[in-house]
């Protein structure tokens, strides 16, 4: 977790700062991915079980509740996300054996929020909290509750215990139960600056951060991520299909890339068919400017139909790439979906 805000997020921390008053028990924020929500909120989190809260609202972190926040073991705190989120996943419990740690080790970490994790939070609200302070929950990306969670956590927030405040973070409000967004007070986080996020990714250090930051429709974290991913080889492998459709060449980058999550390649694959619309109907390129004159070419002899049917197709497929049965044919049929429809 950064001991700072963002530098784009100051404006809303001050807007945020007007809630303090007349705290609501559920609020969740919402912006697009890549932009710094969790560490906001786990900021905010911090700010409220803080004993000597600064008067700009940040926490003091000096305190005996700050020193156990950065620690992880406040008693007033609790954050719940997915396993794959974790940082560290707890394989192994004092007191077992070898070949449990192993076993334990060797399972895939879950995406989901589960249905355990909002159970277990029973305990933890009906305690007494420490010092008759707040009690906080955290709880990230809100679109990874599965359904029995949901369902489990929407009961929770409809009888919400007394001195305890959710603080909830989505990348997606259309992915959320109706019924939960009603009962959370929404509060948007914005998309920093094209000027604002290059000079933060520039003073990371990153190389070619205009790219980075274009091919990730702006959001600075999500740019960084990705250039620290090593994966640049294998998405300049698609592009180049992309660039110049053709069947051989679908087949042989199918090939290539099966290894490589596909979730990443279906997303560039979403932005280039946008870039191409874009072109098609107003000139201008949002992602991937650099491949100018091979996006005006498709977008020239493309029509609107086919067009359209290829982001559709894009769209269905984003959905499942997660858990494709073969992953060589998953992207063999994108691929070859792409090419016919680019002819």
């Not at 991913?229 to 299909?241: A, I, K, Y």
């Amino acid at each position: 977790m950064t001991s700072q805000l963002y530098p784009w997020q100051q404006d809303a921390w001050q807007q945020l700062q007007a809630l303090r008053p007349r705290m609501p028990h559920a609020i969740l924020f919402h912006g697009a991915q890549g932009i710094g929500k969790a560490d906001f909120i786990e900021h905010f989190a911090q700010a409220l079980l803080c004993e000597n809260v600064r008067p700009d609202g940040h926490a003091c972190g000096a305190c005996a509740s700050c020193g156990w926040f950065s620690q992880g073991n406040h008693p007033d705190y609790r954050r719940v996300r997915p396993e794959a989120l974790e940082d560290e996943i707890a394989d192994e419990v004092e007191g077992e054996g070898e070949a449990t740690k192993k076993s334990a080790k060797s399972k895939t970490p879950s995406k989901d929020i589960k249905i355990e994790q909002i159970r277990n939070l029973a305990d933890f609200m009906n305690i007494s909290t420490h010092r008759q302070g707040l009690r906080v929950v955290v709880l990230y990306p809100a679109e990874a509750l599965n359904t029995p969670a949901s369902n489990a956590l929407l009961k929770t927030l409809e009888e919400p215990p007394p001195g305890t405040l959710f603080l909830l973070s989505s990348n997606s409000l259309d992915r959320l139960l109706p019924t939960i967004l009603s009962r959370c007070r929404k509060f948007a986080l914005p998309m920093p600056s094209h000027e604002q996020a290059l000079a933060w990714l520039k003073g990371q250090g990153l190389n070619d951060a205009d790219s980075w930051l274009r091919e990730q429709g702006g959001a600075p974290l999500a740019a960084l991520a990705q250039s620290e991913s090593g994966g640049r080889e294998e998405t300049e492998q698609l592009l180049q299909v992309l660039a110049h459709p053709g069947v051989e060449a679908a087949l042989k980058a199918a090939d290539k890339l099966q290894k490589t999550p596909l979730a990443p390649l279906v997303a560039s694959l979403q932005r280039w068919l946008y870039d191409v619309f874009s072109v098609k109907l107003s000139g201008t390129i949002r992602y991937y400017p650099r491949h100018r004159r091979e996006l005006e070419a498709l977008a020239a002899r493309i029509n609107v139909s086919r067009l359209m049917a290829a982001i559709k197709a894009a769209n269905e497929r984003r959905a499942i790439a997660e858990h494709p049965l073969s992953p060589k044919l998953f992207l063999e049929d994108m691929l070859l979906d792409y090419t016919a429809n680019c002819q």
